[in-house]
């Protein structure tokens, strides 16, 4: 712990290794020691640096408040992320923020625009949406979705289908789905229009805004019913996966959200595919038959997607061909191993723990939220010592988390 909070890396990776040799290192020992360094690496980092950190840290957030709070007290683009972060944490009130709505820097007026949440904020909120900045007008919607304005609606829809930032243009869709209470079916009408010119991310948010509850009942459910029946791609099967979500859906649009999620498995683009098999509900008949198939497929990755599907229904052999995917060497191991550990698979945890002395980051960070989900976190303390300061934050973050679960 003392080589922790000096940032002695040497000092920690020798005495980490000491007592992961030993086994005696727990996982509550290894988060209280991930805090720290992550805490530390928040508060020293300077320049561009400074902001990765903050970036790296917002899974963690609420565990890191304090360290996010120091540093928002620098007035700079990090200090800015660094109070972003910590509303989403829930460490800080969006009421405490109003202060920088007139700031000259706009990173910082976009954090003041993050609290235009009151009933008087609507022209201040619809003004933001126009902002030159797209920080501003990302925070803008995000406000626009907490306060469920209905008068919003048009500058939403607007700007879902005019901004030019794609981030922009899904917080604007997402913020529809919160409006509530709307007249008839206008909010459904208006996505029905973005529909048309949106690219698959924005179909995705779409879909899921007319399967919301604000918007289900009120035009929702009959838009998602063309979609399913007629639609293909990302879009089509993001909202036939929503169908199927809710008990009350009818005969008619439950069945053709069944035969699209069928249909994408058997028959769509690889990606399209894996996409429908990951959110495709495994107790209806025809889909569980469609994954199985897709289990002996030619094509690994969707061959991987499956089988990691059907260890949830425990079928013989499955562990078994997921396994033969997870040996070193195969191109899918990560996905395998992953898979394998999630379903709390213990004989992969040794090729696991080798990816933590991999040359590649994401390999090494894949391998902690492996070890995580083996309910192993504290094999991955390593990392806390590794050389790179952005797989520390995020590997101390994935130990911050699996506390956070346990």
Not at 6 to 14: F, I, M, N, Q, T
Not at 35 to 48: I, K, N, Q
Not at 284 to 303: H, K, M, S, W
Request: proline share 4%; net charge negative.
């Amino acid at each position: 712990m003392r080589a922790a909070e000096r940032g002695d890396r040497a000092g920690l990776k020798s005495a980490v290794d000491e007592r992961e040799k030993a086994a005696s290192l727990s996982n509550h020992e290894a988060a209280s020691l991930a805090l720290v360094v992550a805490s530390r690496e928040v508060r020293t980092a300077r320049g561009p640096d400074a902001l990765d950190r903050v970036h790296d840290a917002w899974s963690c957030a609420h565990e890191l408040d304090a360290a996010l709070a120091e540093r928002m007290r620098t007035h700079d683009e990090a200090g800015a992320e660094a109070a972003l972060a910590r509303i989403d944490g829930r460490g800080l009130d969006v009421g405490a923020v109003r202060r920088y709505l007139a700031d000259p820097d706009s990173r910082w007026r976009a954090v003041g625009t993050r609290a235009l949440v009151r009933s008087g904020d609507h022209d201040a909120r619809l003004q933001a949406l126009l902002d030159p900045d797209p920080h501003v007008r990302r925070q803008a919607a995000r406000a626009a979705r907490d306060a469920a304005d209905a008068g919003d609606l048009a500058s939403l829809a607007d700007t879902a289908r005019v901004d030019p930032e794609p981030l922009v243009r899904t917080e604007a869709v997402r913020a529809i789905a919160t409006l509530s209470p709307l007249p008839g079916e206008d909010a459904a009408n208006a996505l029905r229009d973005l529909w048309t010119a949106g690219d698959d991310g924005l179909r995705e948010d779409i879909a899921l805004a007319w399967a919301s509850a604000a918007v289900w009942g009120a035009g929702g459910r009959e838009a998602l019913r063309v979609v399913v029946a007629s639609g293909h791609g990302a879009g089509a099967v993001e909202a036939a996966a929503a169908v199927l979500r809710h008990s009350d859906a009818g005969g008619d649009v439950s069945v053709a959200a069944l035969a699209q999620l069928v249909r994408s498995i058997e028959q769509g683009a690889p990606a399209t595919r894996q996409q429908a098999i990951a959110q495709a509900p495994l107790d209806r008949r025809e889909i569980l038959a469609a994954v199985e198939a897709a289990a002996a497929d030619d094509d690994d990755e969707v061959r991987v997607a499956a089988l990691s599907r059907l260890l949830e229904e425990k079928l013989a052999g499955t562990v078994e061909k997921l396994e033969a995917f997870a040996r070193p060497g195969s191109p899918m191991v990560r996905r395998a191993r992953l898979a394998l550990a999630s379903a709390g698979d213990r004989r992969v945890e040794a090729w696991i723990e080798q990816d933590l002395s991999s040359q590649q980051p994401f390999e090494r960070l894949s391998a902690a939220t492996a070890l995580a989900s083996l309910d192993a976190a504290a094999r991955a303390a390593p990392l806390l010592a590794d050389g790179d300061p952005s797989v520390r934050v995020r590997a101390a973050c994935t130990l911050l988390m699996a506390a956070r679960v346990r």
